[in-house]
């Protein structure tokens, strides 16, 4: 059996540590439980979001049952930043520098504490990723707790979600929609805790983080006000002690095969974009090379095959009741999708903690169709390179929205201006609207433009314009949109110099997007462009865009310095192929 307080001991045990000692008796530990390891729960609860308001109570509960474990479970907090009461501000350039701030402050504690293992609490969107790249760089015993989806709500017999309020919006200014229905729907589509209910991307980074095994089953799909989740909690405590037992590490989980697992799950179920660079971000912390290439070979060969929220009809409480994420993961593995011998949390591998899941039922259910009756038959994650992103991008085509457009660009510079252009009637259907200079420097910080989207399709516009963008998209995003354009505009990508009316090309067959303008005017463009100033200069906004990679490489931040790197930027690479 290992050492369990292995790095505990540094500090309980060491006769020259009598103030940490004093500190910790003086917090109530006894004696005895000096000898014992010591567990970190980090919790990302706080009151102001309906994703984390739940997430005190269990953690609450998880170190009860760490304790009943005869270890010493020890609660600590950690921010978290809500996507959905950010989204369309200024405040939305916080979220995915939440992330790392997350990572960082949950590294910071434990590494400074000597905590022997770890127990992370999240619901919104970016504690996820951030918990499990801390996990990655302590690399100690470690479980990710998803807080769980939200239920949906009801508005004159119409099944709601956050995305509900959005698009009401679109309705709103197209004017099909009334003040008073208006503020029905968003008054009701959030009735309680719990994350939002599509495979948006809190739902799709909790499934890959169980398909990856750093989570226990049935983590990602037991909604937050369920019996379910509370056993979920309790059980917390007896797994952590055999990771700590087995000396389990999640180095030993995160490996390949895990990663192209996680991958699996996202394609299957129709996941956020965000997946691509949070996976990638993960990746580093535990040293495995991972692109936006890998991306694309798990998406060409694995068939997307749920009817979930934001292109589909159901919601992750409907895949709950028919068996949830572990009933989809044991159908991939026996079609051959997965693979079964890769190690996780629960001291057994994916399919031996597979053998007793009640499999899918196709002649009941309707949210998963099989693979041969795929929605697309293979995944809708596709990675575009061309002159407009000669670094890579991420599309997100489901196929109900085409696989090839071409039309005149129509260019705001900021999702704000994209709203007034929209009330003005200046998008017009056939164009293919630009977001630009709101990339991980320019915004800086990379947000969401779920607000324009939502919008577009409100309004009608939805079927028959596309949105191209260096930020990034929400989960809830549907329609033909590519976004994490690399090298962004801040940095001189071409998207940068894409003016009205020129026409581009995206052909999500051949994955590439393409400015139809000729190399010559490109090259008089380029000559009076200028890079512009940083529109923050102090702060955590100004600490991470000088330190934040591009979205091709996860937007982390505690990358080595640009010039100890073999591969070429963003920047060199359309450089080169300008030239």
């Not at 996976?279 to 580093?284: D, G, N, Q, S």
């Amino acid at each position: 059996m290992a050492e369990l307080n292995k790095y505990s001991k540094t500090i309980t045990q060491d006769p020259t540590q009598p103030a940490a000692q004093a500190m910790l008796y003086g917090i109530g530990l006894t004696e005895e439980d000096l000898k014992k390891a010591q567990v970190g729960v980090v919790s990302m609860g706080y009151d102001g979001n309906t994703c984390n308001m739940h997430l005190n109570d269990l953690a609450a509960d998880i170190k009860k049952s760490v304790w009943s474990n005869d270890l010493v479970g020890l609660i600590f907090h950690t921010i978290g930043v809500s996507d959905g009461i950010s989204n369309g501000t200024d405040g939305m350039r916080y979220s995915l520098v939440s992330r790392d701030i997350i990572a960082d402050s949950i590294e910071t504690v434990c590494g400074a504490q000597y905590y022997d293992a770890l127990i992370a609490v999240p619901g919104c969107d970016k504690n996820m990723p951030g918990s499990v790249m801390a996990m990655g760089r302590l690399n100690r015993p470690a479980i990710m707790v998803y807080g769980g989806t939200i239920a949906p709500g009801h508005y004159k017999g119409q099944d709601l979600n956050i995305i509900s309020s959005f698009e009401a919006l679109g309705q709103k200014i197209a004017g099909n929609l009334n003040d008073a229905d208006f503020k029905g729907i968003v008054m009701n589509s959030c009735p309680g805790p719990g994350a939002c209910g599509g495979m948006y991307t809190a739902n799709t980074m909790a499934s890959a983080i169980e398909a990856m095994g750093m989570s226990l089953p049935y983590s990602s799909s037991n909604p937050a006000l369920s019996k379910e989740k509370r056993d979920e909690c309790e059980a917390a405590g007896k797994a952590i002690r055999l990771l700590l037992e087995k000396d389990i590490k999640p180095k030993d989980i995160m490996t390949r095969k895990a990663f192209e697992n996680a991958f699996t799950i996202v394609m299957a179920l129709g996941g956020s974009t965000n997946a691509v660079l949070h996976l990638i971000a993960i990746a580093k912390s535990v040293d495995l090379e991972w692109t936006q290439d890998d991306v694309q070979a798990i998406s060409d060969k694995v068939p997307f095959i749920a009817d979930l929220k934001p292109s589909g009809k159901y919601l992750m409480e409907d895949l709950h009741k028919v068996g949830g994420v572990p009933a989809v993961m044991k159908y991939l593995l026996a079609k051959g999708y997965l693979h079964g011998d890769c190690l996780t949390v629960t001291g057994k591998t994916i399919a031996e903690n597979l053998e007793s899941v009640p499999e899918l039922n196709f002649e009941i259910q309707k949210i998963i169709f099989p693979v041969e009756d795929a929605i697309k038959p293979t995944g809708h994650l596709q990675i575009l390179y061309g002159n407009l992103s000669a670094g890579g991008s991420v599309a997100k085509i489901t196929g109900k929205e085409g696989e090839n457009f071409t039309g005149p660009a129509r260019v705001f510079d900021g999702e704000k201006e994209l709203i007034a252009g929209i009330s003005s009637g200046r998008v017009k259907h056939g164009d293919v609207v630009v977001i630009r200079y709101v990339g991980p420097k320019g915004a800086p910080g990379m947000p969401e433009m779920l607000k324009p989207t939502s919008a577009i399709i409100g309004a009608g516009l939805g079927k028959s314009v596309a949105l191209i963008t260096d930020g990034r998209f929400s989960g809830g995003t549907h329609g033909f949109v590519v976004g994490h354009i690399t090298p962004e505009a801040f940095d001189g990508g071409l998207i940068a110099l894409v003016q009205d009316d020129d026409v581009i090309e995206i052909d999500a067959v051949s994955r590439v997007m393409t400015l139809k303008v000729s190399e010559e005017e490109i090259r008089k463009r380029r000559a009076k462009w200028q890079q512009p100033e940083l529109k923050v200069k102090k702060g955590v906004l100004y600490k991470y865009a000088l330190s934040v990679t591009t979205a091709a490489e996860g937007c982390i931040t505690d990358a080595p310095p640009v010039e100890t790197k073999k591969s070429k930027s963003g920047s060199e690479k359309i450089m080169a192929l300008e030239n």
